[in-house]
């Protein structure tokens, strides 16, 4: 009964077009009202100290490296330094994004800044080169979404504060699965161009490449310095946040000049725009996993996956295909905050890896941002790359099909997260 006042209200309120945000306070005042426990003193204490915790800094840091990542040209150079390596190649310009994705991941933390950069640089040099418009919008939004894997990334930091996971092992496990969903990228590029007529990009010369080396040096020196400074531990993942908007805008300011003062100031309202909407939301997610503690739900998901409890392969294969569902109607943030405290006792109880869960799990709801109907990454692609949604889905599902794929090997191989994340967090 717990259950369905929970999701009932939830998704009741959802339904009539209730913001995510009010949808998950009132879901959780209905949970408090069955309960018998209502109390609006209660309701306000656990909102403030929802968005009170230290770590949870971070999210606006990162907001603002991605914002002065996009305006203030190291976006543009790193794109340009994939260009001169790969363009000239049969399907160049894909590799060219998957690249770019990668290490713009590895910047900002945010699959939404990222895609709006690659989309803005990308998607015209592609359409003019001849690629499928739909292909191109596809896979533009399916690199996007390396953005929450590859370290840093907000989306570790949330299920980190949430579900009580050390957030620097996090970041550090996410790095080979993100490569790997880049790979996978690669192959199904090759795949889906196969019968295509484009023009390719010139060779770049030695010369060109070397001087795309150069202008680039500096953003590429941000995540070296992030990567190393958690793995030698001179800095926590929240100080992290601090050195990649101080980093970013030493860069954009000074080095590339890029970023004036005036420009400066929109950046930050802009950072703090969208950080406001994220932080939000986990006060408004504190509410419900407060009542989700104190009504048990943890308890009652256990015992509706304790058929599958004897079996960890089984289990994480249920509650895969489970955040897939979800990702189809809730964006990324809401469903960390909500699912996050209903399933880290099922995780503990089973005896798997948090660490390791915590990278499926942010992998696949990396993937709900590109899962119609709701995906924001697709939406973000449709307005920057000014392509339909109806021709934008056609066009993403191959790349989705193939991170699922690697979504699946991960699950059945649980060693290919676990046996780096042991390498990359040796010292």
Known sequence: MVIAVFLGSLLGTMALGMPIAFALILSGVALMAHLDLFDGQIVAQTLLQGADSFTLIAVPFFMLAGEVMNRGGLSRRIVALAVALVGHRRGGLGFV????????SSLSGSAVADAAALAALLMPMMIKSGHDPARSGGLIAASAIIGPIIPPSIGFILFGVVGGVSITKLFLAGIAPGLMIGAALCIAWLVVIRRERFELPPRAG???RGRALRESVWALLLPVIIIFGLKLGVFTPTEAGVVAA???LFVAMVIYRELDAGALVDVFAAAAKTTAV?????A???VSAWLITIADLPGAMVALLEPLMGNQTL???AIMVLIVAVGTAMD???TILILTPVLMPVIKQAGIDPV???VLFIINNSIGLVTPPVGTVLNVVCGVGRISMERLIRGVWPFMLAQLAVLLLLVLFPALVTVPAAFFSAR
């Not at 994004?97 to 713009?104: D, F, H, M, Q, S």
């Not at 994220?278 to 986990?282: A, D, I, K, Q, T």
Request: glycine share 4%.
């Open 356 to 358: 390791y869960f915590g």
């Open 284 to 286: 408004a997610a504190s």
């Open 315 to 317: 289990l994480l294969l």
């Open 97 to 104: 994004c998957i690249l770019a994705a990668c290490v713009l």
């Open 246 to 248: 101080v980093y970013s």
């Open 332 to 334: 990324m943030t809401p």
């Open 278 to 282: 994220v932080m939000f939301l986990v």
């Open 206 to 208: 030695w010369a060109e």
